[in-house]
């Protein structure tokens, strides 16, 4: 069945209530784990139906943000959705209690048990206003910069569509897209802030009231993460020994080979004189041209990428209203990974169909293997591998896109690679201070943002444009308002996927045999334990960064020794 034939009927509450309530007491009086296991068989059915039909209204939504009829099914689903997760936490409660927890773990594995002991914790009736609120606030900025219109060059452009003249060759023309974009952003500058500090406090409060210090906590077991924040800051400061001198030298050549004085905010994106490599053809073009490679790559993908695109399971064409994201979502009931995205004509569009691939492959798989829904997806950290790694596994078939400008899009890519560790470790690092000091005004929480831009962007110019000076940047980072504390997942997966990049020059085939065999294991294992799997090596420990930077440095030198115009 294809994605525009999936029926949407809003789910009565009451009755998937009743329903769970009914087998969870089945499963508190059956007599044997064989018994305990029919019944959880029978829960998951409710719970992928509930989970299915909220998936298809987000996706809808996030489709046209401007859409009222699943406009008012997201304020149900954000209205309703606490009450499912009060029944939803009384099934992991259940499960922990079980006098047969050994065999269950024997038959289902220890994964799902971890993943029950941090959702036990997350949740009490007592937050459920509180997580209706949190998620009406998300909703409001994702409408906000979804439905954002730019005037730039006599026309209205959406963010997305802005984005191609910050990377145009003229550097005039950047600057100018650059200050228009940054205007609309001090335009909604006191709307950013008061929705940014409700948020804060919102989850500050949901934490406090479940017995945590700070949401802090509360965030590393939404995340089901089994490493914790000093691991996180360890990292963050090896990032900084070992990561930023090269990442600040790269800028420095990039500057050289651009030809100008200083690098501003608007060159960092801008790689070649020439201009940055493009997909040399439409979107229709694109997609065709993604189906010869994933045809070529291996069967596994060739019938994957098929049966994506017979299901019509891509959405990736930029159209007003659509919300200015890009993500990988499964549809349990409906057997479907579902890939949304925003080409604009850039080398982005590229990435963000591989990336999104990524997920949507490892999904694809694990549906197949995994009998659990908690299996269909790994751990954030573990499933941006996924995504970061397949962006490698695709070097060979770069051609396909890039044609004359292929090795200006393998140097690209991996300069930009190196680049944003350190920038997006910036931005973990403000979170955590943000959330130790919930009650940080709005300007403090700008300064603590540019005195982190010094620490880990020591080369950012912002070229005098008033909300950047003023430390406004991070506010158009999704994440930071709607999923805090994701983005070091995308650090720590991106050191593995360079892991996987390296095995992959010393031997292709067995390093894509070890990328299927953990996209099968799914969500069954641990970040630590499909890292052990795949015999890749833990980005928490500074070896790994010490090795990565020298092999990624010389790959980058032969990528450069051929002269970019």
């Given at each position: 069945?294809?994605?525009?034939?999936?029926?949407?009927?809003?789910?009565?509450?009451?009755?998937?209530?009743?329903?769970?309530?009914?087998?969870?007491?089945?499963?508190?009086?059956?007599?044997?784990?064989?018994?305990?296991?029919?019944?959880?068989?029978?829960?998951?059915?409710?719970?992928?139906?509930?989970?299915?039909?909220?998936?298809?209204?987000?996706?809808?939504?996030?489709?046209?943000?401007?859409?009222?009829?699943?406009?008012?099914?997201?304020?149900?689903?954000?209205?309703?959705?606490?009450?499912?997760?009060?029944?939803?936490?009384?099934?992991?409660?259940?499960?922990?209690?079980?006098?047969?927890?050994?065999?269950?773990?024997?038959?289902?594995?220890?994964?799902?048990?971890?993943?029950?002991?941090?959702?036990?914790?997350?949740?009490?009736?007592?937050?459920?206003?509180?997580?209706?609120?949190?998620?009406?606030?998300?909703?409001?900025?994702?409408?906000?910069?979804?439905?954002?219109?730019?005037?730039?060059?006599?026309?209205?452009?959406?963010?997305?569509?802005?984005?191609?003249?910050?990377?145009?060759?003229?550097?005039?023309?950047?600057?100018?897209?650059?200050?228009?974009?940054?205007?609309?952003?001090?335009?909604?500058?006191?709307?950013?802030?008061?929705?940014?500090?409700?948020?804060?406090?919102?989850?500050?409060?949901?934490?406090?009231?479940?017995?945590?210090?700070?949401?802090?906590?509360?965030?590393?077991?939404?995340?089901?993460?089994?490493?914790?924040?000093?691991?996180?800051?360890?990292?963050?400061?090896?990032?900084?020994?070992?990561?930023?001198?090269?990442?600040?030298?790269?800028?420095?050549?990039?500057?050289?080979?651009?030809?100008?004085?200083?690098?501003?905010?608007?060159?960092?994106?801008?790689?070649?004189?020439?201009?940055?490599?493009?997909?040399?053809?439409?979107?229709?073009?694109?997609?065709?041209?993604?189906?010869?490679?994933y045809s070529e790559l291996s069967v596994e993908t060739k019938n994957f990428y098929e049966e994506m695109m017979e299901r019509e399971l891509f959405d990736?064409?930029?159209?007003?209203?659509?919300?200015?994201?890009?993500?990988?979502?499964?549809?349990?009931?409906?057997?479907?990974?579902?890939?949304?995205?925003?080409?604009?004509?850039?080398?982005?569009?590229?990435?963000?169909l591989v990336h999104e691939a990524g997920h949507a492959f490892q999904v694809y798989q694990s549906l197949k293997e995994q009998e659990l829904p908690e299996?269909?997806?790994?751990?954030?950290?573990?499933?941006?591998?996924?995504?970061?790694?397949?962006?490698?596994?695709?070097?060979?078939?770069?051609?396909?896109?890039?044609?004359?400008?292929?090795?200006?899009?393998?140097?690209?890519?991996?300069?930009?690679?190196?680049?944003?560790?350190?920038?997006?470790?910036?931005?973990?690092?403000?979170?955590h201070e943000v959330y130790a000091n919930p009650h940080l005004t709005a300007q403090e929480r700008k300064q603590l943002w540019l005195e982190l831009e010094?620490?880990?962007?020591?080369?950012?110019?912002?070229?005098?444009?008033?909300?950047?000076?003023?430390?406004?940047?991070?506010?158009?980072?999704?994440?930071?308002?709607?999923?805090?504390?994701?983005?070091?997942?995308?650090?720590?997966?991106?050191?593995?996927?360079?892991?996987?990049?390296?095995?992959?020059?010393?031997?292709?085939?067995?390093?894509?045999?070890?990328?299927?065999?953990?996209?099968?294991?799914?969500?069954?294992?641990?970040?630590?334990?499909?890292?052990?799997?795949?015999?890749?090596?833990?980005?928490?420990?500074?070896?790994?960064?010490?090795?990565?930077?020298?092999?990624?440095?010389?790959?980058?030198?032969?990528?450069?020794?051929?002269?970019?115009?």
């Amino acid at each position: 069945m294809k994605f525009s034939e999936f029926q949407y009927v809003r789910p009565d509450i009451e009755q998937v209530k009743q329903d769970m309530e009914q087998f969870i007491q089945e499963f508190k009086d059956a007599t044997s784990a064989a018994e305990q296991i029919t019944i959880i068989g029978k829960i998951n059915e409710i719970r992928k139906e509930f989970e299915s039909t909220q998936t298809i209204a987000q996706i809808r939504t996030t489709l046209d943000t401007t859409d009222p009829f699943y406009e008012k099914e997201q304020d149900f689903f954000n209205e309703k959705t606490p009450e499912y997760e009060h029944v939803d936490s009384q099934f992991y409660a259940a499960l922990l209690e079980t006098p047969f927890r050994a065999e269950l773990e024997q038959s289902l594995g220890k994964q799902l048990f971890r993943f029950a002991e941090s959702k036990v914790k997350i949740f009490s009736p007592e937050v459920m206003d509180l997580l209706t609120e949190e998620s009406r606030l998300t909703s409001e900025y994702q409408k906000l910069i979804a439905t954002a219109k730019v005037p730039f060059d006599g026309a209205e452009r959406t963010l997305s569509q802005l984005d191609k003249f910050i990377l145009n060759p003229n550097r005039d023309v950047r600057k100018r897209a650059a200050e228009a974009k940054y205007e609309f952003f001090a335009r909604q500058e006191q709307v950013l802030d008061e929705l940014y500090d409700k948020l804060v406090k919102v989850r500050d409060s949901i934490a406090k009231k479940l017995g945590f210090t700070n949401f802090i906590e509360l965030a590393y077991l939404r995340w089901n993460r089994t490493w914790d924040a000093n691991s996180a800051a360890l990292f963050r400061e090896n990032v900084v020994k070992h990561i930023v001198p090269l990442a600040s030298n790269l800028v420095e050549k990039q500057r050289q080979r651009l030809g100008v004085n200083k690098m501003k905010i608007y060159d960092e994106r801008f790689q070649f004189p020439s201009g940055n490599p493009t997909p040399k053809g439409d979107p229709d073009w694109i997609v065709e041209q993604g189906r010869r490679l994933y045809s070529e790559l291996s069967v596994e993908t060739k019938n994957f990428y098929e049966e994506m695109m017979e299901r019509e399971l891509f959405d990736l064409v930029n159209k007003d209203g659509k919300a200015n994201v890009g993500y990988c979502t499964v549809l349990w009931k409906q057997q479907a990974p579902f890939v949304f995205a925003n080409f604009n004509g850039t080398a982005n569009d590229i990435r963000v169909l591989v990336h999104e691939a990524g997920h949507a492959f490892q999904v694809y798989q694990s549906l197949k293997e995994q009998e659990l829904p908690e299996y269909f997806f790994p751990t954030m950290e573990a499933a941006e591998i996924f995504s970061m790694s397949m962006e490698f596994f695709v070097f060979p078939w770069s051609e396909l896109f890039f044609k004359e400008d292929t090795d200006k899009h393998k140097f690209a890519h991996l300069h930009d690679a190196l680049v944003k560790i350190p920038r997006l470790c910036a931005g973990d690092h403000f979170q955590h201070e943000v959330y130790a000091n919930p009650h940080l005004t709005a300007q403090e929480r700008k300064q603590l943002w540019l005195e982190l831009e010094k620490k880990y962007m020591p080369e950012r110019d912002n070229d005098q444009i008033p909300f950047l000076n003023a430390g406004g940047f991070w506010q158009e980072v999704i994440h930071i308002y709607e999923v805090p504390f994701y983005l070091i997942d995308y650090t720590l997966a991106q050191v593995c996927a360079l892991e996987f990049w390296r095995m992959s020059n010393e031997n292709w085939e067995a390093a894509w045999e070890t990328y299927v065999k953990l996209s099968r294991l799914g969500g069954s294992k641990s970040f630590s334990e499909l890292l052990e799997e795949g015999n890749l090596r833990s980005p928490f420990e500074e070896h790994t960064l010490l090795e990565l930077k020298k092999f990624v440095g010389e790959q980058l030198e032969e990528l450069g020794a051929k002269e970019f115009e």
